[in-house]
Structures are given as C-alpha cells and as structure tokens.
C-alpha cells in the first residue's frame, strides 16, 4: 500500500507536469508521439537512456533532438558542438546550475556549493600542487587497506571479491587520509557512512526532482533521516574540525590534509558554524569516492582479462619505473604508462554516463549547425559519436588496455594520450573552466592503487573467463557490474613484491 502510493503520488504529479511542459524545443524527439508518448518515453529513460540516445542519434544523424525525461525534455546537441561548451562562460550554457538541480545540492548539502565554490579552487590548487607530499600517505593506506581487505579466508589460496563493493571501500578509505588522515580514515564507522551519502545523494536528488519544489525540503529531512544523510558521517567531521580550529588558536601546526587546505580558504561564516564546513567535506567525499571505484573497477576488470604474460609486461613496466626513480613518485608514476592507457581507455569506453558536458540553457543560444535551442532546458552532448569514432579510434568496440601505451611508444611522445589530458576528442572529465580539478589525484590515488594490487597479487576473473563482465545502465549514467567479482591469489616471493 505505502509503496504503491509512494510510486503512484509522483507518477500522477509528473504526468500533470509533462502534460504543460511536454517539448516546445522545436526539435525533433525520440520516443513515442503526444503528452503520453512523452511521458512514457520518460519513464523508460529512466532504464533505458542508452538505447533511446541510440535512437535519436541513428534518427537523427548528429542534429540535436530531444529526449524526454522524468525531469522534462533533454536537448541533445551534436558532437561538433563540444568546442561551443568547451569555452562556455555559463552566460548562456550553464553548468553550475545544472549541477545545482541535478544533485538537488540546496537540499542534499546547501545552496553556499555552487554559489561560492571555493573547494573547487582547493581542489584545482592547493591538492593539485600537494600531490606529491600526498604520495607516501596514499601508498601506506593502500599497503594497510589492501592487507585487510584482501586477507585470504582460513586454509584458502586465493580469495574472490565482489569488486565494486570491495573498491568503493578501499578507495572511501585511502581517499579520506588524505581528506581527514590516518584516524578517521580508518573508523569503519565512519566509511560505511561517507559510502551510504554518497551512493544515496543522486537518488535522493532524482526523487526530488519529482516533487514540487515546495515539498522537497521535508521529504529530504525525512528520506535522510531514514537512511544515508548527512548526520551520520557529520558526527565525525565536525569535532574533527572543531580540533584542527582549536589547534590552530594555539598556533599548533597541524597535519596538512585536504581538509586544512579547506581551512585555509574558507570564508569566515564557515569557520563560525563548522557545520558548513562539514558540508564542503562531504561534498568532495561524493564528488570523489565514485568516480575513481567506478574508473578503478572497470580497470581491474579488463586488466583481470589479460594473459599472464601481458600483466608480466605490465608489472614489469611497473618495477623499472619504481627502480629508475628511488620508488612511488609523480616521476614513476608518470612512467607506469600501461596503467595510464588502462585508464584513459576506462575514460573513452565507459566514462560515466552516456552523455557528457550536461549543462543548462539560461538564454537562448546557437548550436554549431545554425538550430537555435530556447532557454530553459537541460542540453547535454552524447559521448559515443566522441569516443567511438573510428577516424579517431581504430576499432572503437575493442577494449584495449595498451591502445594508449602503444601509440605514445610508436609517435614517441609523452606530451599525448596521457589520461589526464582532456580534449575534444576525449571528455570523460568534461571540458574547459568546469573540467575535473580532481582528475590529477585521482589518476595518482588510482595508480598507486593499481599497481600496488599488480604487483603484490594475481588477478583472475572467477573460472579464468576472459572478457569483462557487462556494465550497468541506469538512466544516463554507466556503472560496472556490481556483483561481479574477482579472484585475488598474493604473489608470495615474485618479483616486485612489496614495492
Ligand atoms: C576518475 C575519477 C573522476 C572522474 C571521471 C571525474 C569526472 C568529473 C566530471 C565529468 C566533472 C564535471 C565536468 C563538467 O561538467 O564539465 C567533474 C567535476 C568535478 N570533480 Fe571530478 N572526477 C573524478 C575524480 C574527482 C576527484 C578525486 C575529485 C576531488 C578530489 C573531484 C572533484 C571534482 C570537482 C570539485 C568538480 C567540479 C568542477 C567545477 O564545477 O568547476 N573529481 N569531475
Ligand atoms: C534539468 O535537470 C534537472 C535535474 O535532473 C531538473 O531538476 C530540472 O527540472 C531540469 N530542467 C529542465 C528545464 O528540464
Ligand atoms: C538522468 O540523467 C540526466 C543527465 O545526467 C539527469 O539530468 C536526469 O535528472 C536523470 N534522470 C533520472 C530519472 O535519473
């Protein structure tokens, strides 16, 4: 009963809404005709955007279409449009706001994210510049985490993990030493409350935005006061730092985490009510921990494809750059450049969502093509013509971990390819004044991570089966099978053991 009224109550208000604001872009759309065929084929983005993005995109041939979902009609610009988004102001196309409603952050954190976004400036500067002073930490968690995580089950030889679940925990933890340090990263507590935030923020943010504006502030409270919200991982956060304050009175200096980099440029309204502050916290705990398990799994799962002899080639590509360079740094690091490819290809193959660059029209603007889309309406630029064009990426459909390694060997060159360069050609992280400041952490926190598990384990796929198990669509976002798991087996005695 409470269920059927719980699906009944918005499906009945969005139908209403649809029915008045059902498209007048004066584009063409997917999906079936009239106020109904609107709402139905919103309901199936729901599943299945992936495949009515196929639709418009094969329909269509590149032009910007729509398609309907449960938050109104999503303008799909052509890929040529990139360039346009790239140098984007936000005057017209927008991604602040778009971000704002899309995670509903007045409700789910606070209106102060987008309004003042100075944790993007800590991100974009001062972590990006301290990435090097973060390596020893990362390596040590990863070291401590791993043993654990990976301790092999009584009189066993190897152990199978289910990899998603077993990589958001390792990276929730190794991500919040450098985020609070060593003792709140490991209060298990507290992990298994930043993971519930984060994992239920965006669906929480998807309900709302089925709601009446008006309704949206009690049904968070209640929502998250059931489950997930933020009071739970706040408990720890905020005598955190009323600490790190009250050390900083006494002129004591203190450890530099990610966090005091947050005190140090925070306005003064947020060092008076620490509350705020614990927001800015939580919020790069959400902006942070799925992205790098979501990349980290993918990566695991192809590498777990391999034959012994390519991960051979691998490890030892990993060993001669942690010998040439005296151990884990940004130089060694920069030479572990299979591991790099990996990833660049996780970024093309799969990024995180079938679209990428979404953002908010606020006034009207001119696509490339001369269409002109009116204000008011989500646009977005799908990802597949990008990183699928075979002019661009022979054999598009292949997942090759070394695609990127071996074109970098053959052009010799290190100034390409590289998995934190973004270009029109390559946008898991977006594209200009809004692309990802944290993409140089997290390629540095996902090597560590990677060639750690390489060199300290073997890696199999349950039953020694060789491809990759199937991603999950949900909506527009692509995540790696949750349940599929890995076989870990401790290289005891080998070569490059415990570096
Ligand atoms: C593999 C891991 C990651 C991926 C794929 C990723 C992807 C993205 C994407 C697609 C955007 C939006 C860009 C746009 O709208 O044009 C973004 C923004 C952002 N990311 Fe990441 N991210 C990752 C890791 C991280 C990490 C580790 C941090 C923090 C330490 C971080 C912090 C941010 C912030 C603060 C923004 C907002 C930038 C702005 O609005 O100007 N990200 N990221
Ligand atoms: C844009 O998307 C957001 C989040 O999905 C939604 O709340 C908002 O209503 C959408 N706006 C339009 C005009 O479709
Ligand atoms: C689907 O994804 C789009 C773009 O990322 C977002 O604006 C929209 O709110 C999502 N809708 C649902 C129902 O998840």
């Not at 919020?283 to 942070?288: K, Q, V």
Request: hydrophobic content about 45%; charged content about 20%.
């Amino acid at each position: 009963m409470q269920v059927e009224t719980l699906v009944a109550v918005p499906v009945v208000l969005v139908a209403f809404v649809f029915y008045l604001t059902h498209n007048r872009t004066g584009l063409p759309r997917v999906g079936k005709s009239g106020p109904l065929g609107f709402i139905l084929t919103a309901l199936k983005s729901i599943t299945s955007f992936a495949d009515l993005l196929d639709e418009g995109l094969n329909k269509y041939g590149g032009k910007a279409f729509v398609v309907p979902t449960m938050a109104g009609s999503f303008i799909i610009a052509g890929p040529e449009n990139v360039d346009l988004f790239k140098s984007s102001d936000d005057t017209a196309i927008n991604q602040p706001i778009f971000i704002d409603e899309s995670l509903q952050l007045m409700h789910t954190l606070n209106s102060r994210q987008q309004a003042i976004p100075f944790s993007t400036v800590v991100i974009r500067t001062d972590l990006t510049r301290a990435i090097s002073a973060f390596i020893p930490e990362i390596l040590e968690e990863t070291r401590l985490v791993m043993s654990e995580a990976f301790a092999l089950p009584f009189g066993e030889k190897s152990t199978t993990l289910p990899l998603f679940h077993t990589m958001t925990h390792l990276v929730a933890r190794i991500s919040n030493r450098a985020m609070l340090g060593p003792s709140i990263c490991r209060q298990e507590q507290y992990l298994h409350d930043i993971i519930r935030f984060a994992e239920t923020l965006p669906i929480y943010a998807q309900l709302l935005t089925w709601f009446p504006r008006i309704l949206r502030g009690p049904l968070y409270f209640l929502l998250s006061s059931a489950f997930g919200g933020p009071k739970e991982p706040a408990r720890v956060i905020i005598p955190h730092l009323k600490t790190l304050l009250a050390e900083r009175e006494q002129g004591l200096e203190s450890a530099k985490t990610i966090t005091d980099f947050l005190i140090n440029l925070a306005p003064p309204e947020e060092i008076a009510d620490v509350k705020l502050l614990a927001m800015r916290v939580l919020n790069l705990n959400f902006g942070s921990i799925h992205t790098s398990s979501i990349f980290g799994t993918h990566a695991l799962f192809h590498l777990a494809t391999l034959s012994e002899s390519e991960l051979d080639t691998i490890r030892h590509e990993i060993i001669e750059a942690l010998e040439s360079e005296g151990g884990y740094s940004k130089a060694s690091l920069a030479k572990m450049r299979i591991l790099d490819s990996t990833l660049r290809e996780v970024g093309r193959f799969y990024a995180l969502g079938v679209v990428g660059l979404n953002r908010v029209l606020i006034k009207p603007a001119s696509l490339v093509d001369g269409t002109v889309v009116p204000s008011g309406y989500n646009i977005t630029i799908p990802l597949k013509p990008i990183h699928f064009d075979e002019s661009v990426y022979p054999e598009p459909y292949k997942f090759d971990c070394f695609r990127f390694s071996k074109l970098r060997a053959s052009e010799r060159t290190d100034l390409k390819y590289g998995f934190t360069r973004v270009e029109k050609d390559f946008v898991p992280f977006g594209l200009g004044k809004h692309a990802c400041p944290g993409r140089f952490f997290a390629s540095m926190e996902l090597k560590i991570i990677l060639s750690h598990l390489l060199l300290n384990y073997d890696l199999s796929l349950p039953g020694g089966a060789k491809e990759a198990p199937k991603p999950m669509f949900f909506n527009s976002t692509v995540i790696p099978d949750t349940k599929a798991c890995v076989v870990l087996k401790p290289r005891v005695g080998q070569a490059g053991q415990d570096l």
